[in-house]
Structures are given as structure tokens and as C-alpha cells.
């Protein structure tokens, strides 16, 4: 005993270090137990139906047959915020050892989006999104981990409500005060099934085949999705009225925005330009095809347009994938839903993940068409629920037609021979690499799929597929911040330089990628702003090579709070697009080149006195005096108010951006409008065309009054690459 005490003694600082080693293992059980205590406390019961589905996964939507990509992400990727500290603080080490942002990415993803481009989108609130995490965090635990009494299902729904919960409370506190609102939230199309969204516009280019005017029709149609019912409007020169009757989306089906169909006209008959996939619920996982009929008619007053919903045959028009991740795609000359198995996987003991083709064709002729197992037919895929994150994107020929399908995984591993996907449960690199499956569509194609893996960061997210040429093959492509202006960025303050482009190559030949990419400085000579609303990839006839537009809404001072009613305020606001080519050499390295930006300038005082404007003048009334009426405004005009200007300058940062290509009699042009966000009876557009290999601003008879005009220059090297 003595000589413990002379050993104690004479170590002193092996009693320090146990009492340490005690102190940190009672803090961390305390942290623990208050983290949990402050979940079930702070946020409500899920009362959740019990239904097998995972949660969404995001999807993106083209605006027109031009747009290639719409590049969103905002520089800063898609992952969970939950600080590193509070991650191993509050939750409990999973089995496999997977960290908790891996387990529950496909939530935060979506949580991601929501909080960036929720409000300006969809007219989601802070609430909105933080409800849905935590549902879909539910939902996606129940898929993981499948555990419980076989007698008593429901006994492991109580701790995935928990842990739900937990999930809500680390990325709340890790992304405090990130909830983008109305003064920078921006417009991005992210969710495929907007059951919470009552009140949003969302605009489409059509094909120019069904303008029955292309000297004064945009080509642009919006639809204004309010109750489950729709209202179309035309964009023309001259805007056509808002008496039009508000249509009931088909079948109480969750009333869908529509895409495109790449003109489709195949055996089984034509399809209009634009559809929708609309579910009835989560529990529900039957597709249905909704054609968007839009039906010229020339009356002695005025040409008009009426949108309808036709009936069409059951076995036609509703097909059951039994998954969530759903696309439309035309296939070998036939309409085709592809999806990635979701539910039917994960809520039983099945270990496969597949494509899924399934044909919207009628009658005797029906043949069923080829599914692709991930793995192959025998080999199991762990991990399936790593393969749910992501948007399953589209490949395309050079003639634009879809030949594969690509998905995306993280945490998963890849064979050295690319033949399988091999087990990884603790997925540690998944951070900075991702695992593609590459799959060739269409019949008969088994032995067609490749596996690959890039060194793709999470901050690079999400990838999308961009044709380079018409013999350049596909690349996939990310924006992305350099790492000392990522910390910038995220801690509020501006970049010092301009984002990031990264391209991975995919070879024509189907050999393996390069897994690091080539990088690229994009070409804009002001590196803050233009990346917040997500840049678009498009491609014109044109020119073979594609173009990046970058749209930045400028300047950020108009402020509502400490304005004299009496002050008149005369400014302007500036709409820039930066459009750049991206060149692809034979040594199939790319750079940009021939950057352009164009200018154009909003009169916010024009804009107020316009007479689509009444409703907005309207508002600013009943905001500041509780009321509206005639001999009020008389008394006190709505422009001087500099709140209405906020509110228009709000607006014009959350509107949604198209390229598009408009034939007229002089040849094919360049399209950019700006669906004005709300109202787009004051939505503009601006033409350009190309002469001798530049481009041209082409002055047309589309601008309305309150545009003062637009003015195109080409940037110098300098700030062009």
C-alpha cells in the first residue's frame, strides 16, 4: 500500500490524466443525454402513417431543348452541417461504423437545397424545410436500419424518431442562420414531389413548332401552381390577359411542374411538348404520365392559347415502379420512365439496386423492357441507401439523343477491375470521392454498365452531365470555390477569387475516367454574385461548343427599414448575364473563351407605374397602412415608396432565369428572359444572335417600357479567363 502511494506520488500526472479521462467521459455522457433531453423537448412528434418509402431525393428540371445543365450548389456542395465535435458528442457510434452525415445525407441534401432556394422556388419557410429534414430523416433511418421486434414493427420506429430528431437538432445548430429568405434566396427547381408548396410559378420554353407567332411570342409559358390547380400564361411582346381559368391538376394527383419531352412522336402516337410525373403520396408510388395540352385559338379579338389536360389510357398513361427516383426519358423513339430502385429495395431484405425502364406504350405490341442490376444479377449491393442522395442524371449523344443513365454513391467502394461494387460500411472516404454506376439504356444492354469512382468533394456537388461537341463525347461537371475562398464564402465574407469549374471527362470509347479533374477558373470579372443563382449549360444549332450563362442581379442596397414615405428614390436595377463558351480542344482539354456580358437595366420607378404592377402597389398599401383604396394611392403614390422598390428588387433576385433559341424570319436566335418571380405578365426577355463567329445584342420589340435597354460587350482575357 506504501509503495502505491510513493508510486501515485511520484506520478502525478497519471492521476491528472485519469481524472481528465473521467471528467471527458462524464461531459460527453452529459452532452449526450442533454442533446437528446433537447431534442424530444424542443421539436414535435412525427406521427408518421407507416409507410416503407425513403425520403426524396432531389431532381433538376430544363427549362427548354436548350438547356444542357442548370449548375447548382452555389460553390459550397450538398452535406450535413452537423459541427465534427457535436457529431461524435451526440450520437452514438453507428455499427459499421458510418459517420451520421453519411447515414443521413439524402436528408440534409434536401434540407441543403431547401434552405438556399426553398423561399424563392417554392415559397418555403424556414419551418418547411426543417419539418421536412426531420421527416425525411425518419423515413431514412427506418430504411438503414430495419431493426426491432418481427412481431412488432412499430418498436423500432420510436428510436428512429429519436434519432430523426437528434439529426434536426445538429444541423439546425451547425447551420444557424443559414435559411436563405427573401432577400437571397435564388431559383432553383430541386423538388420532385412539392406537396407543400400552395402558391409558386414555375416557367417553360416550348418548341418552336407550336408558336403560331415567333416575331411575338417568347416561346415561354408559365404555370401558376396555387391549391392543386394550374393557370398558364403566354410571354409575348404583348402580355396576354390573367383572365385565365385556373385548371384542376388531374385526379387529386400532387400537382407537379411539367418537363420536357424532346419532341417525342413515336408509334404509339405524339406526346405534347411538356408532361408531368405526378404521385398521389408517399405511400403511393405509382407514376402517372399528365400530358400538358396547349391548344391555339384564334378568336377576331386576338390569338389566345388554352392549356389542358386530356385523358389518356390507363396502362398508358400510369405505370407502379414502386421507386422515388423517377425520370422521363425518350428511348429508342419510345417514351420511357427510368428509375432507381427505391422503396421496393430498402423495405425488404433484397440487396440488389437497379435501373428500371418501363415503357408508357399501350396495346398487344407492348413489350417489357430490360432492367439493369447495379452489380450484375447474383452480387449484392450493401449499403443501398448511399445510392439515394443523388439526382440520376442523363446522358446524351450528339444529336442530343439520352443513351445512359448515370447514378451517383458515396461511402460505396469500386473494385480495381471496376466489375463490382464492393462492401465499405465506414464509406471514410466518403467526403471527397464518389462511385458512379454508368448504364447504357435501351434493350438487351446487361454487359454495358461501367464502375468508376472520382475524386469528386462533396462541396463539388451536385455533378451534372454536359455534352462537350458533337464529337467530344460528355463530361461531368461541378462549381466549386477554391479552399481559402470556401472558408470565406462560408463564414459571410466575399471571395477573392472567382469560382471553379471541374470536368471530369467520360471517354466516347467507355474507358475509365480520369478521377481528377481538370480545373477552371470561370470567366467573370466580378467573382461575387453570379454564382449564387445557379449558372446554366446550354447549347445552340448554332455552335457546337456549349455555353455557361451566369446571371447576377445588381446592386444589393435597397432597404425598407428608417424610409421617409415622402423621399422619391429614382434608381435603377442591373440584370447581368456573362455567357462564355466552353472550348474542348482534341487533346480533349477544355478552357473558356469568347466571354460576353450583357447588361440589362431596370427602371423600378417605370416598373411601379406599369399596370401589371397593381397588385404589388396594392400590397405595399395593405403592409403599411393595414388597407388599400383608390383615393389612398390618389393621395400618396405607391412608386415613392422605397419598400415597393425592395420588394420589386427582392423579386427580380428569386426570378427564374431561361435560355432558350427562338427561329425568326432572319434566322435562329439567342433567348435569355427573366421570369419576373410571382407576376410574370412583367417577366422580359433579350434576344442575341451570332454574326461572323461573335455575338450580336439584337434589338427587338420585347423589351417592356420599364427596361431602360441592354447593352452587350466582350470581356478582355483578363477577366475572361
Not at 389566345?304 to 389536360?309: I, K, P, V
Not at 446522358?395 to 448515370?406: F, K, M, Q, S, V
Amino acid at each position: 500500500m506504501a509503495r502505491l502511494k510513493v508510486f501515485i506520488h511520484s506520478h502525478r500526472w497519471l492521476s491528472l490524466l485519469i481524472g481528465c479521462l473521467i471528467l471527458l467521459t462524464v461531459t460527453l455522457i452529459a452532452c449526450r443525454l442533454f442533446s437528446g433531453m433537447a431534442a424530444e423537448k424542443v421539436f414535435p412528434d412525427l406521427a408518421q402513417p407507416e409507410e416503407t418509402e425513403a425520403p426524396s431525393t432531389f431532381t433538376t428540371y430544363r427549362a427548354s431543348l436548350a438547356t444542357e445543365a442548370i449548375m447548382g450548389g452555389q460553390g459550397t456542395g450538398l452535406n450535413c452541417s452537423i459541427p465534427k465535435l457535436m457529431e461524435k458528442i451526440a450520437f452514438r457510434p453507428a455499427e459499421d461504423g458510418s459517420a451520421i452525415s453519411l447515414r443521413f445525407r439524402q436528408a440534409c441534401v434536401m434540407h441543403d437545397l431547401c434552405y438556399r432556394h426553398g423561399y424563392a422556388t417554392y415559397g418555403y419557410t424556414q419551418a418547411d424545410c426543417d419539418s421536412q429534414l426531420q421527416q425525411s430523416a425518419y423515413r431514412l433511418c427506418r430504411q438503414i436500419n430495419r431493426q426491432g421486434n418481427s412481431q412488432d414493427p412499430l418498436s423500432a420506429y420510436a428510436a428512429c424518431e429519436h434519432e430523426a430528431k437528434e439529426v434536426l437538432l445538429g444541423v439546425t445548430l451547425g447551420g444557424a442562420g443559414s435559411f436563405h429568405s427573401r432577400r437571397s434566396s435564388t431559383w432553383f427547381e430541386y423538388d420532385p414531389q412539392p406537396a407543400r408548396a400552395d402558391n409558386y410559378t414555375v416557367g417553360r420554353a416550348v418548341p418552336q413548332g407550336t408558336l403560331s407567332d415567333p416575331g411575338q411570342d417568347f416561346g415561354v409559358r408559365t404555370f401558376y401552381f396555387r391549391r392543386n390547380t394550374v393557370k398558364m400564361r403566354v410571354l409575348a411582346t404583348q402580355p396576354e390577359s390573367n383572365k385565365v381559368r385556373a385548371l384542376p391538376f388531374p385526379d387529386r394527383l400532387v400537382a407537379t411542374p411539367p418537363i420536357l419531352t424532346d419532341n417525342f412522336s413515336g408509334k404509339s402516337g405524339a406526346l405534347p411538348p411538356l408532361v408531368s410525373l405526378a404521385r398521389n403520396s408517399y405511400s403511393d408510388t405509382s407514376v402517372h404520365l399528365i400530358p400538358f395540352a396547349i391548344v391555339h385559338q384564334q378568336t377576331p379579338e386576338k390569338a389566345s392559347y388554352l392549356l389542358s389536360f386530356p385523358e389518356c389510357a390507363q396502362d398508358t398513361c400510369s405505370l407502379d415502379a414502386d421507386a422515388s427516383v423517377n425520370k422521363f426519358a425518350v428511348i429508342d423513339n419510345q417514351p420511357v420512365l427510368v428509375s432507381l430502385t427505391h422503396r421496393g429495395v430498402l423495405s425488404s431484405h433484397k440487396t440488389t439496386v437497379k435501373i428500371e425502364q418501363n415503357a408508357f406504350t399501350s396495346g398487344e405490341g407492348k413489350q417489357p423492357m430490360t432492367d439493369y442490376a447495379l452489380n450484375g444479377p447474383s452480387t449484392s449491393v450493401h449499403n443501398q441507401y448511399r445510392f439515394l442522395s443523388h439526382d440520376m442524371v442523363f446522358e446524351r449523344d450528339g444529336e442530343g439523343h439520352i443513351t445512359h443513365a448515370l447514378a451517383f454513391a458515396r461511402g460505396v467502394g469500386v473494385s480495381a477491375d471496376g466489375k463490382q461494387f464492393i462492401r465499405d460500411d465506414s464509406g471514410k472516404n466518403y467526403a471527397t470521392r464518389v462511385a458512379v454506376a454508368r448504364q447504357r439504356l435501351g434493350n438487351n444492354h446487361t454487359g454495358d454498365l461501367q464502375r468508376f469512382f472520382l475524386n469528386a468533394a462533396e462541396t463539388d456537388e451536385p455533378l451534372s452531365p454536359v455534352r462537350l461537341g458533337r464529337t467530344q463525347g460528355t463530361a461531368l461537371l461541378a462549381l466549386a470555390w477554391s479552399a481559402a475562398d470556401l472558408r470565406r464564402v462560408e463564414n459571410g465574407e466575399p471571395a477573392t477569387h472567382p469560382p471553379l469549374v471541374k470536368l471530369w471527362r467520360l471517354p466516347p470509347d467507355g474507358a475509365t475516367p480520369d478521377p481528377v479533374p481538370q480545373t477552371l477558373s470561370v470567366p467573370v470579372p466580378v467573382p461575387n454574385g453570379y454564382i449564387s443563382l445557379p449558372p446554366i449549360i446550354a447549347r445552340l444549332t448554332t455552335q457546337d461548343a456549349p455555353l455557361m450563362i451566369l446571371t447576377r442581379v445588381a446592386p444589393d442596397r435597397w432597404q425598407s427599414q428608417n424610409t421617409q414615405p415622402t423621399t422619391v428614390i429614382t434608381d435603377t436595377l442591373a440584370i447581368d448575364f456573362i455567357i462564355t463558351s466552353l472550348i474542348t480542344a482534341a487533346d480533349g482539354k477544355s478552357h473558356f473563351a469568347h466571354s460576353y456580358q450583357l447588361r440589362c437595366e431596370i427602371g423600378l420607378d417605370k416598373q411601379l407605374q406599369s399596370p401589371e404592377a397593381s397588385s404589388l402597389r396594392q400590397r405595399a398599401y395593405r403592409i403599411r397602412y393595414g388597407r388599400y383604396n383608390p383615393t389612398l394611392e390618389a393621395q400618396n403614390p405607391a412608386w415613392q415608396f422605397n419598400v415597393v422598390k425592395s420588394e420589386l428588387a427582392s423579386r427580380w433576385r428569386m426570378s427564374q432565369p431561361i435560355v432558350s433559341e427562338r427561329q425568326l424570319d432572319s434566322g435562329p436566335v439567342m433567348a435569355l428572359t427573366m421570369v419576373f418571380n410571382g407576376f410574370p405578365a412583367m417577366s422580359f426577355q433579350a434576344l442575341l444572335n451570332t454574326e461572323n463567329g461573335q455575338l450580336r445584342y439584337f434589338p427587338a420589340d420585347t423589351l417592356p417600357r420599364f427596361v431602360n435597354g441592354c447593352s452587350l460587350k466582350a470581356l478582355s482575357p483578363e477577366n475572361g479567363q
